[in-house]
T-cell receptor, first 114, second 118 residues
Framework: DSGVTQTPKHLITATGQRVTLRCSPR?????VYWYQQSLDQGLQFLIH???????AKGNILERFSAQQFPDLHSELNLSSLELGDSALYFC?????????????FGEGSRLTVL | AQKITQTQPGMFVQEKEAVTLDCTYD???????LFWYKQPSSGEMIFLIY??????QNATEGRYSLNFQKARKSANLVISASQLGDSAMYFC???????????????FGKGTLLTVNP
């Protein structure tokens, strides 16, 4: 158990819909990362939040947005869903300062868009 | 931009034998970190081993060791005495700093699917 909690574990929805994925980082970790894993693209970095502030954006579509709340949990919002958005979405957290940079991953949220 | 290359989409190994999974990287940063993660069929990402760019010795963690060749920019994972439970996807990743250096992300390779045969 990494200590990172993601909900829901599985989600099935239709094209055009909107979903919210939730992540609670390990206790004390200020950074939250979101990654998307699909068969053809591998593990793609989406976005990084540190203590409520956005620090970096990767290959995140404009239809997607994220935020980190004062209690440090984070949400990834996916809207106008397309078939190609079907993927495993990971949240990860890190200790940041003084660490190697290891990311602790949640179990992922598997999104299926029909 | 940094890049991680894993050239072996799939590897097979007999139980109890050793196997090497290849990883090469490209960076202009003098300070970087290299990681290996394991992803079994259940999907979770499990951290295995870390090597810092300034570390003098190759990292080891139990049956896992990292063959770090800085001049060649390679960081191969060696698994000794393979077990059936080692069958999984293995990802090499590199730490990339941004925003003045205190924040970073990990960039992952495409992965290698290891199958351990009995």
């Amino acid at each position: 158990d990494s200590g990172v909690t993601q909900t829901p574990k599985h989600l099935i929805t239709a094209t055009g819909q909107r979903v919210t994925l939730r992540c609670s980082p390990r206790s004390g970790d200020l950074s939250v990362y979101w990654y998307q894993q699909s068969l053809d693209q591998g593990l793609q970095f989406l976005i990084h939040y540190y203590n409520g502030e956005e620090r970096a954006k990767g290959n995140i579509l404009e239809r997607f947005s994220a935020q980190q709340f004062p209690d440090l949990h984070s949400e990834l919002n996916l809207s106008s869903l397309e078939l190609g958005d079907s993927a495993l979405y990971f949240c990860a957290s890190s200790v940041d300062r003084g660490s190697t940079g290891e990311l602790f991953f949640g179990e992922g949220s598997r999104l299926t868009v029909l | 931009a940094q890049k991680i290359t894993q050239t072996q989409p799939g590897m097979f190994v007999q139980e109890k034998e050793a196997v090497t999974l290849d990883c090469t990287y490209d960076t202009s940063d003098p300070s970087y970190g290299l990681f290996w993660y394991k992803q079994p069929s259940s999907g979770e990402m499990i951290f295995l081993i870390y090597q810092g760019s300034y570390d003098q010795q190759n990292a080891t963690e139990g049956r896992y060791s990292l063959n770090f060749q800085k001049a060649r920019k390679s960081a191969n994972l060696v698994i000794s005495a393979s077990q059936l439970g080692d069958s999984a996807m293995y990802f090499c990743a590199m730490r990339e700093h941004y925003s003045g250096g205190s924040n970073y992300k990990l960039t992952f390779g495409k992965g290698t699917l290891l199958t351990v045969n009995p």
